[in-house]
């Protein structure tokens, strides 16, 4: 098993910074990539950002150029940096481990971190 802790959530107006962080916990040398989720009211949950056990990222399209993903192996732990922040990037933004399966993969979830960016 795998435990997820974040933080760094809170309230800025737009325009501004936040960095959540994610420490983890539990099995986590099973882990491969992880990443960041958030779900806005009444919507679904959408994938953020992703950074592979190699480093290799990818992104939400409209938080490209804003946001940086980036962990610390030794630390067990995975950053979002949100930079030039907006109302649109409102929500609860969950960390996401996950461990290959022979079946496909497990995934592990934090309990989520509110973050409103008011206008």
């Known amino acids: 098993q795998v435990q997820l802790v974040e933080s760094g959530g809170g309230l800025v107006q737009t325009g501004g910074s936040l960095r959540l962080s994610c420490a983890a916990s539990?099995?986590?040398?099973?882990?491969?990539?992880m990443a960041w989720y958030r779900q806005a009211p009444g919507k679904q949950r959408e994938v953020v950002a992703v950074i592979s056990s190699g480093d290799t990222t990818t992104y939400l399209d409209s938080v490209k150029g804003r946001f940086t993903i980036s962990r610390d192996n030794a630390k067990n732990e995975v950053h979002l940096q949100m930079n030039s922040l907006k109302p649109e990037d409102t929500g609860v933004y969950y960390c996401?481990?996950?461990?290959?399966?022979?079946?496909?993969?497990?995934?592990?979830w934090g309990q989520g971190t509110q973050v409103t960016v008011s206008s």
């Open positions: 539990g099995s986590t040398f099973s882990i491969n990539a």
């Open positions: 996401n481990a996950r461990r290959p399966t022979d079946w496909g993969r497990d995934d592990y």
